[in-house]
């Protein structure tokens, strides 16, 4: 199963690797591992580490800044409300 999360980051890859016209093969080069992992990648079929993610983001001019955040009380689920005591 792909999560959201994962499949935003890949086509952000992906959508930047075609503005430089750069290849999955030009990709693995620069990232320095072979282009078989690179294929698997944009392909969903490997998880990847934030530190893949931002060697990739690297490797194409990006800045991999993953942002961390309190949700509101609205976007907390229900187990995770504060309850009245």
């Known amino acids: 199963m792909i999560n959201t999360l994962s499949s935003s980051f890949i086509s952000s890859i992906v959508e930047r690797m075609s503005e430089l016209e750069v290849t999955q093969k030009e990709l693995a080069r620069r990232m320095n591992v072979s282009g078989p992992y ?7 079929d490997v998880n990847i580490s934030f530190g893949t ?17 309190i949700p509101s009380p609205r976007e907390r689920p229900a ?7």
């Open 38 to 44: 690179i294929h698997k990648v944009l392909n969903h």
């Open 53 to 69: 993610a931002s060697k990739l983001a690297t490797a194409l001019g990006l800045d991999f800044q993953p942002v961390l955040r």
């Open 79 to 85: 187990h995770q409300k504060a309850q009245k005591c």
